[in-house]
């Protein structure tokens, strides 16, 4: 094992300052993927992640200072860097920014393990109900959908997820219930759409 590997991120961080660049090396192959993760679940970019992710580690270079591990840990930080970053670009590029981007690349399908593929048609409709759920989720304020993919899908404590957003825990609480609800709302519409789209396809083959 290397012996950057038993050094904590607090750890890694304090040698970068010291002009480690390993250590910064490190630390970015560490803490890289949760940073694109949340970039890419509030974007629907790749592009706009992986922009992102850049931007927030070039950040924490130069103001790694800022960082106070009693408010809580590095990669929360990073996290409320990458929120303000995100949310700064989406307004600068709200008319170019295309939430449901799609790039194909099997290596940034995070659910690409879970396929079986022997059931071709439950792949499709398991990829369809997967769509579904992140339209859902891109669909909606920012307000909503920045406590779903931190409390959801990045599986961050109400604390953790508070700290990251600057606000309070019972705040997260009440919008990620709100969010639910709109999510169910959302997701029944969609089911509604299909069966509805359903009936028109039999009725029109029988016409």
């Known amino acids: 094992m290397n012996a950057f590997d038993a050094c904590s991120d607090d750890t890694l961080l304090q040698m970068t300052m010291a002009g480690d660049e390993e250590a910064f090396t490190r630390l970015y192959r560490r803490l890289r993927g949760g940073v694109y993760r949340f970039a890419r679940q509030m974007s629907g970019s790749s592009s706009v992640a992986e922009d992102v992710t850049q931007e927030v580690f070039l950040i924490?270079?130069?103001k790694a200072e800022l960082y106070d591990p009693q408010r809580g840990s590095l990669s929360t930080y990073l996290t409320r860097i990458a929120r303000n970053e995100i949310l700064r670009r989406l307004d600068r590029d709200r008319p170019y920014v295309t939430l449901a981007e799609e790039d194909g690349s099997p290596s940034e399908n995070t659910n690409e393990?879970?396929?079986v593929r022997g059931d071709p048609l439950g792949n499709l409709m398991r990829d369809e109900?997967?769509?579904s759920l992140?339209?859902?989720v891109l669909g909606l304020p920012?307000?909503?959908?920045e406590v779903v993919v931190l409390c959801?899908?990045?599986?961050?404590?109400?604390g953790e997820a508070a700290e990251s957003l600057g606000c309070a825990v019972g705040t997260v609480r009440s919008r990620l219930h709100r969010a639910r609800s709109?999510?169910?709302q959302r997701l029944r519409g969609d089911e509604a759409d299909g069966r509805d789209a359903q009936r028109i396809n039999r009725a029109s083959c029988v016409g």
Do not use: G, T
């Not at 920012?142 to 959908?145: A, E, F, P, S």
């Open 60 to 62: 924490l270079l130069r």
């Open 113 to 115: 393990n879970l396929i």
């Open 129 to 131: 109900e997967i769509e």
């Open 134 to 136: 992140r339209q859902a």
């Open 142 to 145: 920012l307000h909503y959908r």
């Open 152 to 158: 959801e899908l990045e599986e961050m404590s109400y």
């Open 182 to 184: 709109l999510l169910k």
